[in-house]
């Protein structure tokens, strides 16, 4: 793991996503920066902090109404992308509902606010019940997220972030 020299990494999140990597002999970053709540804010940040050029990986998460039941899933996608209703119901046919989670709802099953989400689902967040990234977000060769605070943020390579979330689905969901 590299850092640069004013990350604190006391808090218990970045913390547990730094060690999750480093159990998969992963190369990652912390960078500190001001507080971002956007992709495409935290990315030109962590670039201005010292990191490699980076495609922002935004984490979104959203409940789900399914033929049999509802549940949590965290969608992850570049910034500047949009979720696709389309291509949602295309990956999940039996999709009957899909809304954004509430602040209170992120708070409550994350245990972060907006714009802090790191697109993982377990175990990192063993309340969500999957993890479903764009496929847009394998183009690009270093991703970087907030790690759950909205002034850290990690850098790493997309197929070592593959790897170490173990996504449950990789395919389109971005327009």
Same mark, same amino acid.
């Not at 159990?23 to 902090?49: I, K």
């Given at each position: 793991?590299?850092?640069?020299?004013?990350?604190?990494?006391?808090?218990?999140?970045?913390?547990?996503?730094?060690?999750?990597?480093?159990?998969?002999?992963?190369?990652?970053?912390?960078?500190?920066?001001?507080?971002?709540? /956007?992709?495409?804010?935290? /990315?030109?940040?962590?670039?201005? #902090?010292? +990191?490699?050029? !980076?495609?922002?990986?935004? #984490?979104?998460?959203?409940?789900?109404?399914? /033929?049999?039941?509802?549940?949590?899933?965290?969608? *992850?996608?570049?910034?500047?992308?949009?979720?696709?209703?389309? #291509?949602?119901?295309? *990956?999940?046919?039996?999709?009957?509902?899909?809304?954004? *989670?509430? #602040?209170?709802?992120?708070?409550?099953?994350?245990?972060?606010?907006?714009?802090? @989400?790191?697109?993982? +689902? *377990?175990?990192?967040?063993?309340?969500? !019940?999957?993890? =479903?990234? !764009?496929? $847009?977000?394998?183009?690009?060769?270093?991703?970087?997220?907030?790690?759950?605070? @909205?002034?850290?943020?990690?850098?790493?390579?997309? !197929?070592?972030?593959?790897?170490? $979330?173990?996504?449950?689905?990789?395919?389109? =969901?971005?327009?």
């Amino acid at each position: 793991m590299k850092q640069n020299s004013s990350v604190s990494i006391e808090s218990p999140l970045p913390r547990q996503i730094g060690k999750l990597f480093e159990e998969h002999g992963s190369e990652y970053v912390f960078l500190n920066h001001r507080p971002c709540r /956007s992709a495409e804010e935290s /990315s030109a940040t962590r670039a201005a #902090a010292g +990191g490699k050029p !980076d495609v922002g990986a935004k #984490a979104l998460l959203c409940k789900l109404q399914l /033929s049999t039941c509802e549940e949590f899933v965290v969608f *992850a996608l570049p910034g500047p992308a949009r979720l696709s209703s389309k #291509a949602i119901r295309i *990956a999940l046919p039996q999709l009957k509902g899909l809304r954004f *989670a509430t #602040a209170a709802e992120l708070l409550e099953i994350t245990g972060v606010v907006p714009g802090a @989400l790191p697109p993982f +689902g *377990a175990p990192i967040f063993p309340k969500v !019940d999957r993890l =479903i990234v !764009d496929e $847009a977000l394998l183009d690009a060769h270093m991703v970087g997220f907030n790690a759950g605070l @909205l002034t850290c943020s990690i850098v790493v390579s997309s !197929d070592q972030f593959i790897t170490v $979330a173990r996504p449950n689905v990789v395919c389109r =969901i971005s327009k």
